[in-house]
């Protein structure tokens, strides 16, 4: 799931606080469960906005909407209408959910009412861990399901490096060496030989650089391609 943390109240006043009509958008999947975004604190942050108008002797109407998903047109297509009546939206969806708003709002801004902090799982209640970079080339099979892109400091894709002890990492004694984790894991699966294998230089090209990335579900494009060539006819 994406995790994110919600922004100070000011800094979403100081996107907002020129604007008459404000609507704040919750998303009700990942964020909703890392208590940052969903519908409920999209309802909390609508009334910290008008008090916060109140203070500052501001006229602004203030409303709030839930979707299941922002980054999917089927869940927000149904109240685009009534989105797009308003002056600015605070979405408080994940950077994804704030860029695919952006494209099909015309002249309404999208603005985000929270930051997105990264690929994690529910540790316990109320606590998160970052578990997966989304580096676009998994090698979960060669390290027994342990990302070292997103849990080694280093991101090294041979070690344990110098810097372990005790099965922490030399960056903080509150962080796992995730080289540990990942032969310890490779142990109990019988299949410690294979870290003997000297992993090459990472390859960095499906990551983050070089425009945004794109995956293209061929058989589905197959049958839209169809599909528009039949309704041509």
Known sequence: MIVGSQKPIDEIWNMVKDKKKVLVFGCNTCVAICHAGGEKEAETIASLLRMKASQEGKQMEVSHLGVMRHCEPEYFDPVMNDVTKFDIVVSTACGVGVNFLSDRTGTVPVVPGINTSFYGAVEAPGKFKELC??????????????????RCAKTLMN????GTNKGKCEVSNEIDCA?????????KLGQLD???????PRNWATSRDGGPRRISLEHIAEYEAKEEAKAGK
């Open 133 to 150: 970079a989304g580096c676009g080339d998994c090698i979960l099979h060669l390290t027994g399901g342990i990302c070292p892109i997103a």
């Open 159 to 162: 070690g344990p490096c110098g």
């Open 179 to 187: 080289w540990y984790l990942i032969v310890e894991r490779m142990t």
């Open 194 to 200: 294979k870290l003997a294998q000297v992993q090459p």
